[in-house]
């Protein structure tokens, strides 16, 4: 399915002289089709994490639409949203972004244990996911023990335990080095060619060697 | 899972919810003790209203100025006093009297029951309207001669036999706990009692040397028909009657009502702040350990959890933690305050009866009803804080 950005906006309210209103993001029309990784690079602060956020469906943009396929993202109750975030969206947050209480495999299984359990087959993908992220031997190990690349890898199994259609990512090798940079980047290229949209916001250099499309933020607008 | 991870996630740090299972607790305690303190003085009183069974009493002068009357119906105390047997027709002919009754009182050296003297109180089988109401209560049969009854708390079972002053009498029944100094009492007929204070005047046990039981009462107990008020029966008894007094039941008691109205205030007053306190207490707690996690929300929120559903981990969260807490806090306070029932009363110094087993199963449930729905309230304001949660902004780049 295609994400679309239509004409979205965000704009912050800055704490100081009267109502001073910042756009971080201006009017800007993305499109995110199946199949393709997307690199977004720019300065820091130019807007990256605020478009992924509004695109992914966790910030409401101040004007313009997001659709995937027909369904505008914001017109449906969060209920609605939440699930189908749930289902077809994965997000792998900038950060550190684990839950505490709960082992890795238990983080990595907790989309699907939102609205209902995990199956067997979940659980054979997720033992497959951290296998293939190089993880597996941590599964039963609490987030406080991990390492930020472990932690980030677990992040990354997370985000693709539903099988989403579309795939944000956040600075996902921010930490790592540059092997575990590659390997993350191999990932998230072969899973965007088994269908999925990824978007992957980076500041890597290397980024662009696994790219189908690159795009760069300047000042809260896309450069092409 | 929800819950599950609402368990996980209380397990996962084990002091927080520590210490808000022990706030829960302590205010399921309080709330539970303060409502069996105050249940068991309010049937303490109507117990001790309903044992005293008549409107007016009327004794001796003197033992109204030496309050020893009052002691022994309302402290617990002994002691007995005399009147000639002659002011019963006076006092019988005041108009409005619908039941009258003599009784006679005797207090027991120690005796083999009881390492304390007991009263005695003897009742005119013929008249009695306040007793044997009652006996017929554990005992439906007319007590034979040297037949006695005995309170709850003393130390003798039916068909023991017990001596007073040399004379032998069996316990032919046990009363019902009343939570009043009838519970130390020894009730018997009017032939026993005076066989027994005769023994005693002749073993010179008895501080009235020259008495003649048979010419004596202790007490008259009244109730009034239904034309005059007990008030008008009582001044007119005062007015014609020199050497005794007659006083209303009501008055006697309104002391221990009084105090029973200061005690239940004072135990209202620590259980509100306790709650007040604890609910505060628990508020910031509940919102102590959401914000700290406001990021794994944050994370939740990511994986598309909804805002309902964080809303429902927290409340999972606080209900699991207010339960537990709430019947630990309950249980310890059944197991403090049921044994030591006898050492309250002392304490009080009131009459005290512990509610039944079904009252206090109704108390337990209305505390863990109050607690864990304050435990649920406190933690709302943090699970509605939680459910607006702006996740764009918590995980914007905070490394
Ligand atoms: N909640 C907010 N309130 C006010 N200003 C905000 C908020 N979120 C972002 N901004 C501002 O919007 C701009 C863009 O922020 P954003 O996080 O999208 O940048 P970025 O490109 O992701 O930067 P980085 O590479 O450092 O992560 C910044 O100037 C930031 O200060
Ligand atoms: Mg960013």
């Known amino acids: 399915m295609v994400l679309k950005g239509e004409g979205i906006a965000k704009e912050f309210i800055r704490e100081g002289r009267g109502t001073n209103r910042f756009p971080a993001v201006s009017d800007t029309d993305i499109e995110l089709a199946p199949g393709t990784l997307t690199v977004l690079s720019g300065r820091s602060g130019s807007g990256k994490t605020t478009l992924l956020n509004m695109l992914s469906g966790l910030l409401p943009p101040t004007r313009g639409r997001v659709l995937l396929g027909e369904q505008d993202l914001y017109s449906l109750p969060d209920r609605e949203l939440s699930r189908l975030r749930n289902e077809k969206i994965g997000v792998i947050p900038q950060g550190q972004t684990a839950i505490h209480s709960l082992t890795v495999s238990e983080n990595i299984l907790l989309p699907c244990a939102l609205y209902g359990k995990p199956d067997k087959s979940a659980e054979a993908y997720a033992a497959k996911l951290m296998e293939q992220l190089d993880i597996a031997p941590l599964a039963g190990v609490r987030p406080s023990e991990l390492s930020g690349g472990e932690l980030r890898r677990m992040a990354i199994a997370r985000a693709l335990i539903r099988r989403p259609e579309i795939i944000f990512a956040d600075e996902p090798t921010g930490d790592l080095d540059d092997e575990n940079t590659a390997a993350v980047f191999d990932f998230l290229r072969s899973t965007a060619h088994e269908g999925a949209a990824v978007l992957v916001v980076t500041h890597e250099a290397s980024a662009g060697d696994y790219a189908d499309r690159q795009l760069v933020m300047k000042a809260g607008k896309i450069d092409i | ?399």
Request: proline share 3%.
């Open chain 2, 1 to 399: 899972m929800l819950h599950s991870l609402a368990l996980k996630n209380l397990r996962g740090k084990p002091g927080r919810t520590a210490v808000l299972m022990i706030l829960t607790a302590l205010l399921a305690l309080t709330v539970i003790s303060g409502t069996i303190i105050v249940s068991s003085l309010r049937s303490g009183l109507s117990s001790l209203e309903d044992r005293l069974g008549a409107e007016i009493m009327v004794v001796p002068y003197e033992a109204t100025t030496k309050k020893s009357f009052e002691n022994i119906l309302l402290q617990g105390s002994t002691g007995y006093f005399y009147m000639d047997k002659s002011v019963m027709d006076q006092v019988s002919e005041t108009e409005g009297i619908g039941e009258l009754s003599a009784q006679f009182y005797l207090a027991s050296t120690s005796s083999g029951c009881c390492s304390i003297p007991v009263q005695l109180i003897g009742f005119d089988p013929e008249t009695d309207f306040t007793i044997q109401p009652w006996i017929r209560r554990s005992f439906n049969e007319p007590l034979k001669e040297n037949d006695i009854v005995i309170g709850n708390d003393l130390n003798a079972f039916v068909g023991d036999t017990l001596q007073f002053y040399g004379v032998d009498c069996r316990v032919a029944a046990k009363l019902e706990k009343t939570g009043t100094s009838f519970d130390t009492t020894v009730f018997t007929g009017f032939d026993t009692i005076k066989k027994m204070t005769r023994a005693s005047i002749d073993k010179g046990l008895n501080t009235y040397k020259g008495v003649d039981p048979e010419a004596v009462v202790s007490c008259l107990l009244i109730n009034t028909s239904d034309e005059r008020s007990p008030e008008e029966v009582v001044n007119d008894t005062n007015l014609h009657n020199k050497k005794v007094r007659a006083v209303r039941t009501k008055e006697m008691i309104s002391g221990v009502s009084d105090s029973l109205g200061g005690v239940s205030r004072i135990v209202g007053i620590l259980m509100a702040a306790v709650w007040v306190l604890g609910g505060v207490i628990l508020l910031l707690a509940f919102t102590m350990s959401v914000n700290e996690r406001k990021k794994e929300f944050a994370v939740m929120r990511v994986i598309g959890a909804s805002r309902g559903l964080l809303a429902r981990t927290v409340m999972s969260e606080a209900l699991a933690v207010g339960l537990f807490g709430s019947l630990i806090g309950i249980a310890l306070g059944l197991f403090i305050m049921l044994p030591f029932a006898g050492a309250a009363e002392q304490l009080l110094a009131m009459p005290y009866l512990l509610p039944s087993a079904g009252k206090t199963a109704a108390l337990a449930a209305a505390a863990l009803a109050v607690s864990v729905l304050t435990g649920a309230l406190t933690a709302a304001v943090s699970a509605y804080r939680i459910s607006r949660l702006d996740t764009g902004v918590i995980l914007r780049g905070d490394n």
